[in-house]
């Protein structure tokens, strides 16, 4: 089966996740009253291929695919489409699909830019820290997409319920309280990942550059997104700020991951 | 042996009327005996809810004879002389199974698509086969029409969403919050509505009710039937920080709760979502404090637009549940005269 190659097997999970968009637009104009379980079944499907391209990619490669843009594109989607699958085993919380699609689609038909995928020389294993440090990073920002996610639909209740739209009852979308639990959880959990693949730079710098620190764009535009979500976190815990305002938090600072991330990851010479 | 119906209900009938007809339960079943010896039936039923009194019989003589008899001995046991304008109405098969399908589903009922009527009618129908008033047909299409009944529950949404304005709020409460057992729910003004949301509430698992009245007696009478605590008006605000849900359906001419006031209160609760059902006309809350951040407001127009809403979509499921009753009326008429000869004279619905 030689054409069933990376490439392909993610741009099959990609035309998973346009479909997947269409019932999502079908399911929003029916007020959130469908059972999402066709969603859910159109990402599982996705994920299969997905990951299948994340396999083979891995196998050619013999390590983790975290290499080049298209590869850590590829690795946060999939981080997230996974921890939905796992969300949506709870039927209240299967809706996250529907917000969830767009995004998974949007940054799958980016990453299929061919720009994207440069494939030089076969990496060099180093002892599978560099492999941690960016697995544990894009896993992070895998859980805060996800999070951004809640957000999105917490915003949406949350405006049908206060200007009283119909909607905020007849949809069968869960409670805001649970949503802002799911969202709460997903950063905590993304923020220590961020921590972990974080304290690994010091060693990795060590091994490359021999110093413990550098001016490196990426290394300093990372210690920013860590400090945005710390702060996000303890305006929540220390001094409660929870509601709407946390929810655009959580989107807000996504939408600057995915704005500057590929960006930033062009100038950084560390990260080449 | 057709099955036909006779009967008033809130279609055809005021309360006036509906109330001379009624049938206390204690002589129902002496008042089937007297149907099943006169004649008019072998089998009987009789219903009587606030909305409907119905007779549900298979009788021996055609249906058209069965009904008029049946009416006389309606006029007669309930001493009824008065000129009738269509207030009766009788059915016979297959229309009478299917206003039989129909009542048992709520698509009859004053209120579309209501669970209540199905209890009254197995209440009704077991009152009957307990004193042996029932036999194969009526057990046959009650039975049915039970069945019917579930099946159009679970596979339309006729009996989805709420339709009162107790049960719309505690539907704006799990939409707010996760689980009700934690929330502590306030009562200002010791209304009867206000005591029916709170009591759909505690049903639902509310933790606890806090009552405040301008009348501190009316207030300790109702914290003791919701087994809650009363606290007095002017102390209601002390108990905020502790509050998720609160019910106002005080007479003020004024605003008992403002902006300024709720303002303090909410940083003191650390912002924590709050639910304000105001059911009072003139209105309890002002308006501005749905501009806070968590704080969600619903008055007695914002909560009955919500219940007309679920009406309005139960309606919409009217056509599909009647072409269920109407496939589950064809079987239930072919396996009768598959194994009995026909009794009926035909296809008939008269007034």
Redesign the interface.
Known sequence: MSWLTDKFSFAVAVLFYGISVVYSVFLWRRGFREDSRVNYCLLLAAAVFHTTAMIKRGFSLERCPVNNLFEATMFVTWTMVMAYLVFGIWSKIRFLGAFASPILFAIGVFALMPSLDVRGTKPEFTGGLVSLHATLILLSYGAFGLSSIAGIMYVTQEHDLKFHKLRAVFSRLPPIERMEKVMNGLLIAGFILLSGGLLLSPILLKQKYDVYFNSDPKLIWSMVVWVVYLMLLVMRGRFGQGGRRFAWGAIGSFAFVLLTFWGVNLLSPAHQ | MPIVVIGLSHHSSPVTVRERFAFAETIIPAALQRIRESGIADEAVILSTCNRVEIYASSPLQDRQAAAALQQFLLDHQKYSEPLNGEIYTLGEPNSLEHLFKVAAGLDSMVLGETEILGQLKKAYDLALKHKHTGSRLNKAFQRAFNVAKQIRTETNIQR?SVSVGS?AV??A?????SLSERQVMVIGAGETSEKTARALLSRGAHSIIVSNRSHERALALAAELEGRAVHFDDWADEFPKIDIVISSTAAPHYVLDRAKLEPLMKLR????LLLIDIAVPRDIEPEV?FL??V?L?NID?LQ??AD??LQ?RREEIRGCEKIICEKVKGLLQISTSRAEPHSDGQFAFE
């Open positions: 969403g719309v539907e704006l799990e939409k707010i919050f996760t650390k912002n924590r979502s749905n951040e968590n969600y619903y914002d637009a919500i809403g679920y979509q």
